[in-house]
């Protein structure tokens, strides 16, 4: 789907093919041999390769990792000039997109008055797209996804130094993962670090390039040039929240990560119900989510309880 947007509409967001889950222990490599059975198998998909310790380490020039399930059907893109892309197309299609305009509350009725500090829009359907960013606009929903902050920081160009030869994306199999993957201009972009209570460390830009060249010991002169941080949501099941919470009111949010894929699914999914065809998005809103309490004061110790014993499991190899 993400394919066929970019050659429809000529998006420009620098397409790569090809990404790696990595192993950093014999049960991360059992788990992902395992995956790879049932892709070559119940899933009939070939494509999935399985790459020991030394075919990782010849590719991406790295000893940290056990073996890794390396898919060249999957893919990583600039993410921002996608989504912009998207929204130059939607507005050749006739939709109006207003920034800087966050909903405030909704009047339910016929029809829905969302409300921002800049105005009103009236609607008889609503979308709440809002991830992790619904800040109390709708409990039900909010029940349901936990936001995670999360940090990325980008090297200076490394020239011929790029340790990543077929530039790939990569990640380890751990609860507080590290993700990264080579950049159109030569860079590596690094993620991870998560605070337990959503804040940003006075030295976030040091602790991805601490954890970068744990990765990658040859770029341990290598500067960072920018770094930033944002939420994400996370769901009890790790599977997305698509849900109808009644009277012409869905959701969609709650992607763990994987929101680049799944919300162009979610999209579809969601347009497709609105316009009376609900077998896809049927499937989804069958999936059973677990509570996650809503008010500050206990949403802040759950999330940090959960970050906590996140980094326990990856520590003892669980």
């Not at 998006?11 to 990404?19: L, S």
């Not at 500067?223 to 869905?250: C, E, N």
């Amino acid at each position: 789907m993400v394919r066929e947007r970019i050659l429809t509409h000529q998006i420009a967001c620098d397409f790569q093919p090809g990404y790696i889950e990595l192993a950093l222990n014999k049960a991360q490599q059992t788990e992902l041999k395992s995956w790879y059975a049932l892709k070559q198998g119940e899933y009939n998909y070939p494509m999935a390769q399985w790459w020991d310790q030394a075919k990782v380490a010849e590719v991406a020039n790295t000893e940290r990792y056990l073996g890794g399930l390396y898919d060249p059907n999957s893919a990583h893109i600039h993410t921002l000039n996608y989504t912009l892309g998207l929204a130059k197309a939607a507005r050749e299609l006739g939709v109006k997109i207003f920034e800087h305009s966050p909903a405030q509350s909704i009047k339910k009725g016929r029809p829905h008055c969302v409300r921002t500090l800049q105005g009103e829009v009236n609607a008889p359907r609503v979308l709440l797209a809002c991830n992790a960013y619904l800040d109390g606009l709708k409990r039900k929903a909010q029940a349901k996804v936990l936001p995670v902050a999360s940090f990325i920081a980008v090297t200076e160009p490394l020239g011929d130094r790029m340790p990543i030869t077929n530039r790939m994306a990569m990640s380890d199999l751990n609860n507080c993962l590290d993700y990264y993957r080579p950049t159109a201009d030569g860079r590596i972009l690094f993620g991870g670090v998560n605070h337990p209570f959503n804040r940003e460390y006075k030295d976030s830009a040091q602790r991805l390039h601490q954890r970068m060249t744990t990765v990658f010991p040859q770029l341990n002169d290598v500067k960072m040039d920018y770094h930033w941080g944002g939420l994400f949501a996370v769901t009890r099941s790790y599977m997305p929240h698509i849900d109808h919470l009644g009277q012409d009111i869905y959701t969609a949010h709650g992607y763990t990560g994987h929101g680049v894929g799944l919300t162009n699914i979610a999209g579809r999914v969601i347009a497709e119900a609105m316009d009376g065809q609900a077998s896809r998005f049927d499937v989804f809103a069958r999936l059973k989510h677990g509570w996650i309490p809503t008010p500050k004061m206990l949403r802040s110790p759950a999330l940090a309880l959960a970050i906590w014993k996140a980094k326990l499991d990856d520590l003892l190899g669980g």
